[in-house]
């Protein structure tokens, strides 16, 4: 249509500095791609969140972005659309939903249904509940979802436009002008200019009712579609302040309060409202920063404190070591990086090597001051042990307990007995 050239500029209303912050918006020439319709719905909605704060509200920039928006959905409608012979005919597919929206969306053709439209709007809202949970929404989905409804609803006017248009007048058989009505109920292909006819004057009066028709049509099927969707934006419209109504009888006597206040008072309040989110911005930035770098330190903290702690094993270990005539006894006073000795530990059960002195059936062989003597240890032990001194961790079935591997009770015998031979002899 010639109303809507392909390079056609929609310039959106000016913004306060709080909804720059949000994006700031550009003139969209033609049809708009993804991402300058998902910068409008935002602003959208930081408008509307804006407005439920008392003195921050500005109905008219709402509604200027409102008619920006659909000016572009309109643009992108027609490019995509409206080059369809039979508008009837074309199928328009809704997005794919995340998991956690149940409302299944299926393909439309043609004019939609009333479940259709509804089912469509139930999805937008129940999608926009987790506008809040950036995990959860995705601003291209919900530019899809917006988009999707405005095409099926136009799709529908369009439909119930060409129809209210394709009979007829009786009284004008000739065969030029039946022509021209066929052309008229298409208004998307350009009407034939260049035909005529032989016959006489008759031929030019059919070609101008054929021209008249056509752009009656069209002009009837613009403003049809233009009320349509302003009255959609007047339904939504209304359907907000439905429910901010109870939310504006409990702020009555704040609002009255305000009314008294001058007019430059609003003003400050949208520019100290900016000045705070900024300030908020740079806090959380400096924080995120504060806290990367806090962890450093604890990090390099910890690596040194586990140092120190197996210095000091070894130290306590190297002490017990020179003490001239050490026996087995001497395997009950070494002690874990815990600083446990078996006799006080949970893990071994408080069990000592003491305890197993009658297991002659159990040898554990151990060099003390370069001297092999027999200690005594049951294999049902030998898993906390290991554990305890913190020693072949590769044996057990997994890295918490303290139950062995099957059929490796020899080869975690022997793990214990080098260690505490390494620690003694």
């Known amino acids: 249509m010639t109303g809507y050239p392909a390079n056609q500029m929609f310039s959106?209303?000016?913004?306060?500095?709080?909804?720059?912050?949000?994006?700031?918006?550009?003139?969209?020439?033609?049809?708009?791609?993804?991402?300058?319709?998902?910068?409008?719905?935002?602003?959208?909605?930081?408008?509307?969140?804006a407005a439920e704060i008392p003195g921050m509200g500005n109905c008219l920039l709402?509604?200027?972005?409102?008619?920006?928006?659909?000016?572009?959905?309109?643009?992108?409608?027609?490019?995509?659309?409206?080059?369809?012979?039979?508008?009837?005919?074309?199928t328009y597919n809704p997005p794919t939903l995340p998991a956690h929206v149940f409302v299944q969306l299926e393909p439309v053709t043609g004019a939609p249904s009333e479940e259709e439209a509804i089912k469509v709007q139930d999805a937008i809202r129940i999608y926009n509940q987790f506008s809040s949970v950036p995990s959860m929404f995705?601003?291209?989905?919900?530019?899809?979802?917006?988009?999707?409804?405005?095409?099926?609803?136009?799709?529908?006017?369009?439909?119930?436009?060409?129809?209210?248009?394709?009979?007829?007048?009786?009284?004008?058989?000739?065969?030029?002008?039946?022509r021209s009505v066929e052309t008229a109920t298409?208004?998307?292909?350009e009407p034939t200019v260049g035909n005529t006819n032989s016959t006489g004057t008759g031929a030019g009066v059919t070609e101008s009712v054929q021209s008249a028709r056509n752009a009656s049509v069209c002009d009837?099927?613009?403003?049809?579609?233009?009320?349509?969707?302003?009255?959609?934006?007047?339904?939504?419209?209304?359907?907000?302040?439905i429910e901010r109504s109870n939310q504006i009888a409990e702020r009555s006597n704040q609002?009255?309060?305000?009314?008294?206040?001058?007019?430059?008072q609003s003003n400050k309040l949208s520019e100290h409202f900016s000045q705070i989110f900024d300030r908020l911005n740079h806090h959380l930035e400096k924080s995120n920063l504060l806290a990367k770098e806090s962890t450093k330190p604890v990090e390099k903290l910890g690596d040194v404190l586990g140092n120190i702690n197996k210095v000091l094993v070894r130290i306590q270990h190297a002490i017990i070591r020179s003490h001239k005539g050490n026996t087995v006894k001497a395997l009950d006073c070494l002690v874990n990086e815990k600083g446990e000795t078996p006799a006080?530990?949970?893990?071994?059960?408080?069990?000592?090597f003491a305890d197993f002195m009658m297991a002659s059936e159990s040898p554990l062989t151990v060099v003390i001051d370069g001297v092999?003597?027999?200690?005594?240890?049951?294999?049902?032990?030998?898993?906390?042990?290991?554990?305890?001194?913190?020693?072949?961790?590769?044996?057990?079935k997994d890295a918490s307990s303290t139950e062995l591997s099957p059929y490796i009770e020899h080869r975690a015998r022997a793990n214990l007995s080098e260690y505490l031979s390494s620690c003694l002899g």
């Open 255 to 264: 609002m009255v309060e305000q009314s008294s206040r001058p007019m430059e």
């Open 62 to 90: 709402i509604s200027r972005l409102s008619e920006h928006l659909f000016d572009v959905q309109m643009a992108r409608y027609r490019s995509k659309h409206l080059v369809n012979t039979f508008p009837e005919n074309t």
């Open 220 to 241: 009837a099927i613009e403003r049809s579609n233009r009320l349509a969707e302003q009255a959609n934006r007047i339904s939504e419209q209304a359907n907000l302040l």
């Open 372 to 396: 092999s003597q027999e200690s005594f240890i049951e294999d049902d032990h030998l898993g906390r042990f290991l554990r305890f001194y913190g020693i072949g961790n590769t044996l057990f």
């Open 138 to 178: 995705d601003p291209r989905v919900n530019m899809e979802l917006s988009q999707h409804l405005f095409d099926i609803q136009m799709g529908e006017h369009t439909q119930r436009a060409r129809q209210s248009h394709v009979n007829p007048p009786p009284e004008i058989p000739d065969a030029n002008l039946t």
């Open 12 to 49: 959106p209303p000016e913004l306060p500095p709080y909804l720059k912050n949000v994006n700031i918006l550009q003139p969209v020439v033609g049809a708009p791609n993804d991402e300058e319709l998902i910068g409008i719905l935002s602003v959208i909605r930081a408008a509307q969140k």
């Open 344 to 352: 006080i530990s949970n893990i071994t059960g408080t069990y000592t």
């Open 186 to 189: 298409n208004p998307i292909e």
